[in-house]
């Protein structure tokens, strides 16, 4: 028996249609691209994140919607273009940083490049990575020598 309902894809849009019970609810998901949705979700998250700890995301994009996230970064975006600071609103010359790491496996290297892409190491507070893929026990430990703190936080693939 088919009825009417109101359905939302992963966008928030509404679909609206009539579905019989040889209709499968995979139709309805968004497809264009996986990546592109966690990416949204991480980076959105970390914003409100600092926003709780009393950064000033004003600017940044916390309240882009999906399709703006898109329409800006594309469906796979390049990590570059993620990456954000922040500064703390008691100390504008006090800064987060936060980079978008790939999905090759971390190694002491990659760990190594990042600090070294970090020009003004005296104004930053601490450093958040985004990891979309493992990292090895030894890359995990280099974060201890960095004069800042360094959280590390994991993006996992979609259940499926």
């Known amino acids: 028996m088919a009825g009417s309902m109101d359905t939302f894809n992963s966008n928030g849009a509404s679909v609206h249609g009539i579905f019989s019970r040889d209709r499968c609810l995979t139709e309805l998901v968004d497809d264009r691209s996986e990546q592109s949705y966690r990416h949204y979700i991480s980076r959105r998250t970390v914003l409100e994140m600092h926003k709780d700890r009393g950064y000033d995301v004003a600017g940044t994009g916390l309240t882009r919607s999906l399709t703006e996230f898109r329409s800006i970064f594309r469906n796979s975006p390049n990590l570059d273009s993620l990456r954000f600071s922040v500064s703390i609103r008691s100390n504008p010359y006090k800064k987060n940083l936060v980079i978008f790491m790939g999905t090759d496996e971390i190694r002491i290297a990659n760990i190594r490049a990042v600090y070294g892409q970090i020009l003004s190491k005296e104004s ?37």
Do not use: C, D, M, T
């Open 124 to 160: 930053i507070q601490g450093l958040i990575l985004i990891l979309q893929s493992k990292i090895n026990y030894f890359a995990r430990k280099e974060p201890e020598k960095f004069q800042f703190k360094v959280e590390v936080f994991q993006v996992h693939p979609p259940v499926v």
